[in-house]
Nanobody
Framework: QLVESGGGLVQPGGSLRLSCAASGFTLDYFAIGWFRQAPGKEREGVSCISSSDITTYYSDSVKGRFTISRDNAKNTVTLQMNSLKPEDTAVYYC?????????????????WGQGTQVTVSS
């Protein structure tokens, strides 16, 4: 099971920290991605991290503002989101890729959490 947490309502310019926790299996050998989907829009890749914690990917829209990290001892992956904008409003999902390598495409991921809502509004 994958469970996302940390979403909520934040003002523009604020920060949130999303966590993705796995139970029943280990994340150690898999790349983990964060995706988001806003109403009426397709799901888009936000960030992902390789199993080795060496390689990361960020979409252009979040580069420099979001930071992904993983703690294999805690079996979690975290997305630190700073300088949030209204256009970051979406449901955020974490997902497991059956590979060690990063990918920004949701088609490369086959196990998904239920999502957590992030709303950026004044």
């Amino acid at each position: 099971q994958l469970v996302e947490s940390g979403g909520g309502l934040v003002q523009p310019g604020g920060s949130l920290r999303l966590s993705c926790a796995a139970s029943g299996f280990t994340l150690d050998y898999f790349a983990i991605g964060w995706f988001r989907q806003a109403p009426g829009k397709e799901r888009e890749g936000v960030s992902c991290i390789s199993s080795s914690d060496i390689t990361t990917y960020y979409s252009d829209s979040v580069k420099g503002r979001f930071t992904i990290s993983r703690d294999n001892a805690k079996n979690t992956v975290t997305l630190q989101m700073n300088s949030l904008k209204p256009e970051d409003t979406a449901v955020y999902y974490c997902a497991v890729r059956p590979s060690s390598y990063v990918s920004g495409s949701n088609y490369d991921y086959d196990y998904w959490g239920q999502g957590t809502q992030v709303t950026v509004s004044s």
